[in-house]
């Protein structure tokens, strides 16, 4: 798991200096929206207007689908923008790069662990 947000966050308090509070293992802030980001590192701007729509509705329309295409096209080049930067930043504690993903993986266990004792009912359409 690679979470783009708290890679540029990671990126921006390096930028200031923060890097004691790296160290220190606080927990990242000032996170930027994926649309941001696209913004300000890919220089595109995309359009939200289906982000707080009932994904729950089958069949989406195709502009639900092309809204949903395009929110992910960008991930990749993000990925690799980010990654590259943050594998450039070194300090006493090693690679950056490691510790995101040390950092991403502890995030995905809690849910992980804290789903795990949960009962999901499961409702089909005919019900």
Not at 6 to 12: D, F, G, I, T
Not at 30 to 44: A, Y
Not at 45 to 50: A, E, G, M
Not at 65 to 73: G, I
Request: net charge positive; glycine share 2%.
């Amino acid at each position: 798991m690679f979470d783009t947000a708290r890679a540029q966050c990671l990126l921006q308090r390096a930028s200031l200096g923060n890097k004691a509070d790296l160290q220190k293992k606080k927990p990242v802030q000032l996170l930027s929206s994926l649309e941001t980001l696209i913004s300000t590192l890919l220089g595109v701007k995309i359009d939200k207007f289906f982000q707080l729509a009932d994904w729950r509705i089958r069949p989406l329309p195709r502009a639900m689908l092309n809204y949903a295409r395009l929110d992910s096209h960008y991930l990749i080049p993000l990925y690799r923008m980010l990654s590259e930067r943050l594998n450039k930043e070194r300090d006493a504690e090693g690679n950056w790069l490691v510790l995101l993903a040390v950092e991403c993986n502890s995030l995905l266990s809690k849910r992980i662990c804290k789903n795990k004792n949960k009962k999901v009912k499961l409702r089909l359409d005919s019900e």
